[in-house]
C-alpha cells in the first residue's frame, strides 16, 4: 500500500494511493488509522507533499555500505555511524533543494532508503524491530561535502534547509531483500545498487537507534547510500528512485 501526503484545493490531506487517484483519509494514517472519508481525488489534480514530517529527528547512518565507505577513503566502521539531521531540512517531492553557496562549494546528493518509524521504540530488539515500521520512502542525504571535511562533526554539512529531500509516497509492504536505489543527475544513472548490500540492515539499524534516542511515529531513519555520491550544481535535476517505492525528483537551486 502507498500511502501519500499531499494538497488538494489548498487543503493539506493523506491518501492512499489506487489506480491513477488517492483514496482520502480521514487523518494522519500514523496516528488515526486507515478510515476513508469516501472521496477520490485524481493524482494529477494534487500536488505531493513530504509523506511525512518527522516530529522530533531523522536519524541518519553514514557509511552503511562497503562501496561507498571505500570511496571516501577509509573502511566502513564496525558499529553504525549515526547522525541527526534537522526535522526543517525536509521537503517533499518537487521542492527545491538549496544550496548554500555563501558557506559551501559543493553540494552531493546521496540516495538513500528511508524507514519511518510507526510506534514509538526505545530498546527494541532487532528480532521484533520491523513490528515498528510503518513504511519506507526515499530520502536524499544532501551534503555540504566541504563542510563536512573541514568541520569535524555533521551538523552543518548535514543540517540546511532543504537538505533532506523524501518522498514520493510511503511504501508499507516493500520487500527489502529485492529493493534497489538509483540516483539520476539530468537523466544520467550516478548510483545503482541493491538495499541488500547495506552492511548493518533494517532491524540492526532500528535497534541501535532506540538503543540511545527514543524513537517516535514519524521519525525517519535515513540507512545510507551505496557508491557513487557526487556534486550537483544550481538547475540539475537529481532523482532517486526506489523500486517498489518511486522516483523523488528535486531540482537544485542556488540560494
Ligand atoms: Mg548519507
Given at each position: 500500500m502507498k500511502i501519500a501526503r499531499f494538497?488538494?484545493?489548498?487543503?493539506?490531506?493523506?491518501g492512499i494511493v489506487d489506480d491513477g487517484e488517492l483514496v482520502v483519509l480521514e487523518a494522519d494514517p500514523m496516528f488515526a488509522g486507515f478510515e476513508t472519508t469516501g472521496e477520490r481525488v485524481p493524482l494529477h489534480d494534487v500536488a505531493l507533499l513530504a509523506p511525512v514530517i518527522p516530529r522530533s529527528k531523522v536519524v541518519c547512518i553514514g557509511k552503511n555500505y562497503h562501496d561507498h565507505a571505500a570511496e571516501m577513503g577509509g573502511e566502513a566502521p564496525a558499529e553504525p555511524l549515526m547522525f541527526l539531521k534537522p526535522n526543517t531540512s525536509v521537503?517533499?517531492?518537487?521542492?527545491a533543494i538549496?544550496?548554500?553557496t555563501t558557506l559551501s562549494s559543493q553540494t552531493d546528493f546521496e540516495g538513500e532508503l528511508a524507514v519511518?518509524?510507526?510506534r514509538i521504540a526505545k530498546n527494541v530488539p532487532a528480532e521484533r524491530a520491523l513490528d515498528y515500521v510503518f513504511g519506507y520512502t526515499v530520502a536524499n542525504?544532501?551534503?555540504?561535502?566541504?563542510?563536512?571535511?573541514t568541520d569535524g562533526q555533521w551538523s552543518r554539512a548535514k543540517g540546511f534547509d532543504t537538505?533532506?529531500?523524501?518522498g514520493p509516497v510511503i511504501e508499507t509492504d516493500l520487500d527489502l531483500a529485492a529493493a534497489s536505489i538509483t540516483t539520476r543527475v539530468n537523466g544520467e544513472v550516478r548510483q545503482n545498487g541493491p538495499v541488500s548490500d547495506m552492511i548493518h540492515d533494517v532491524p540492526a539499524l532500528i535497534a541501535y537507534a532506540s538503543s540511545v534516542f527514543t524513537l517516535l511515529p514519524g521519525d525517519l531513519i535515513l540507512t545510507g547510500t551505496p557508491a557513487g555520491v557526487g556534486p550537483f550544481a544550481a538547475g540539475d535535476e537529481i532523482e532517486v528512485e526506489?523500486?517498489?517505492i518511486g522516483t523523488l525528483r528535486n531540482t537544485a537551486r542556488d540560494a
Open positions: 494538497s488538494h484545493q489548498d487543503v493539506l490531506r493523506y521537503i517533499g517531492p518537487g521542492d538549496v544550496r548554500p519511518v518509524i510507526g542525504d544532501v551534503t555540504a561535502r566541504d563542510l563536512q571535511r537538505f533532506c529531500p523524501v526506489i523500486d517498489g
